[in-house]
């Protein structure tokens, strides 16, 4: 069992900067594909980036491509979502994900979820 607990949410304005935080309870977070997925009210949650067990291999959406970045401090069982030039599309409410297998960008194929935190952006 991993429990992931996500921090570092908050208001913004337009063009600002955020660092999201996760957090893995146990022992074999390495183990683990970590994903970043966001949901904003009235819509599906969406895939935003993935980082592979040792970090070396990230993947992300088109629409945060160049403006986001995932990375991970095994040794901290934290992953990162460094999140700048943020856009008002960016609100919504974001999750980081444990996969047991390569996961990328299906929901489906990830085992454990965090409980979310909220970023907001404002003009």
């Known amino acids: 069992q991993v429990q992931l607990v996500e921090s570092g949410g908050g208001l913004v304005q337009a063009g600002g900067s955020l660092r999201l935080s996760c957090t893995a309870s146990g022992r074999t977070f390495s183990r683990y594909y970590m994903g970043w997925f966001r949901q904003a009210p009235g819509k599906e949650r969406e895939f935003v980036a993935v980082?592979?067990?040792?970090?070396?291999?990230?993947e992300y959406a088109d629409s945060v491509n160049g403006r986001f970045t995932i990375s991970r401090e095994n040794a901290k069982n934290t992953v990162y979502l460094q999140m700048n030039s943020l856009q008002l599309e960016d609100t919504a409410n974001y999750y980081c994900?444990?996969?047991?297998?390569?996961?990328?960008?299906?929901?489906?194929?990830?085992?454990?979820w965090g409980q979310g935190t909220q970023v907001t952006v404002s003009s």
């Open positions: 994900a444990a996969s047991g297998t390569s996961a990328r960008r299906n929901p489906a194929a990830y085992d454990y």
């Open positions: 980082t592979s067990w040792s970090g070396a291999y990230t």
